[in-house]
């Protein structure tokens, strides 16, 4: 096997070049849930059919296996998932009489914010993606 590393904007168009003129030059790649949906559609990706069975598609995020799959049949298997999520002090949100629903949106966070300006509590709120974290912190 010849392993080849190249810069992102040089592997996208290579490995474009490669698959839409059917040259061959990759047997693997790395592609993400742009390209696999796109490619498994026109027939450029072999279905990942007959996966041993220690490998538990039920442990990759289901959001992941719907962004790398085409008409529910998945073209790739990712090696990472980022997700991001967000941090709250639940006690500050019931001191200022709020509550954080299950799936909030980014306006509804915004909308807490503004609420609360004018309370005596303060708080952070945190938003984690893949390995960063990014923090806003708003008066409650």
């Known amino acids: 096997m010849k392993w080849v590393i190249l810069e992102e904007n040089v592997l996208r168009q290579r490995v474009t070049t490669d698959i839409t003129t059917n040259s061959g030059q990759f047997d693997v790649m790395a592609i993400g ?7 498994g559609k026109r027939g450029w990706l072999a279905p990942m059919t007959n996966l041993p069975a220690s490998y538990d598609l039920d442990d990759v995020v289901k959001t992941a296996r719907d962004g790398l799959s085409y008409n529910g049949q998945l073209y ?23 509550k954080m629903p299950d799936q ?6 915004k909308q807490f914010a503004d609420k609360s300006r004018n309370s005596t509590a303060s708080a952070c709120v945190a938003k984690r993606v893949g390995a960063r974290t990014r923090r806003s912190s708003r008066r409650l």
């Open 33 to 39: 849930t742009y390209e696999a949906p796109q490619w």
């Open 76 to 98: 790739a298997l990712p090696f990472y998932v980022e997700s991001s999520m967000t941090y709250y002090r639940k006690d500050l949100f019931d001191a200022a009489g709020l």
């Open 104 to 109: 909030p949106t980014y306006d509804q966070i």
